[in-house]
């Protein structure tokens, strides 16, 4: 963030890694660049996610679980029509990459981030306001509770039937 002009980081709730991205964050000076909100209630999260110029996304997939997971905060993301900037992880650039609803950064280095970042801000939210439509469109509970009926039909008949 400290790369990117007119542009804060808004960090809302905790983690494992919350203590040191505050040291790094007082280290740098950057206590006007990043701000630091504990948990807070889920509608309360999405009028922080509304008020976004981007979302980010950028889970390592440094296990089996990263490397396939979907993380709610995308979902949060299309519905709230935010764009997303995500890491490689499979899922997740997969439905930014199908929907164009974002950008994917090639690696987690500062200045990669920083430009894929940019490149979001400077294309604003309204180029990617047909595939954030198209995803929530596509990606929501009433389409894929569907999917998960008929797994469970089927594997009912695979059961009873062998």
């Known amino acids: 963030i400290a790369k990117i002009e007119n542009a804060v980081l808004l960090i809302v709730g905790n983690g494992d890694v919350l203590p040191q991205l505050k040291a790094k964050a007082q280290d740098e000076n950057l ?7 504990d948990r807070v209630p889920y509608a309360d999260l999405l009028q922080y996610t509304h008020s976004a110029d981007a979302g980010l996304s950028l889970d390592k997939d440094t296990n089996i679980n990263y490397k396939y997971s979907l993380p709610n905060k995308l979902f949060d993301y299309i519905f709230c029509d935010i764009p997303v900037l995500s890491s490689r992880v499979i899922e997740v650039a997969g439905i930014v990459k199908r929907f164009n609803i974002g950008e994917v950064a090639a690696d987690f280095k500062a200045e990669t981030i ?5 490149k979001i801000i400077r294309k604003r939210k309204h180029f990617y306001a047909d595939g954030l439509q198209r995803a929530r469109a596509d990606l929501n ?5 569907n999917v998960l009926v008929d ?3 089927r594997l009912k008949k695979e059961i009873e039937y062998g």
């Open 31 to 37: 206590a006007e660049k990043i701000i630091f909100v």
């Open 114 to 118: 920083a430009e894929s970042m940019e």
């Open 141 to 145: 509970w009433e389409k894929e509770k």
């Open 151 to 153: 797994f469970y039909s």
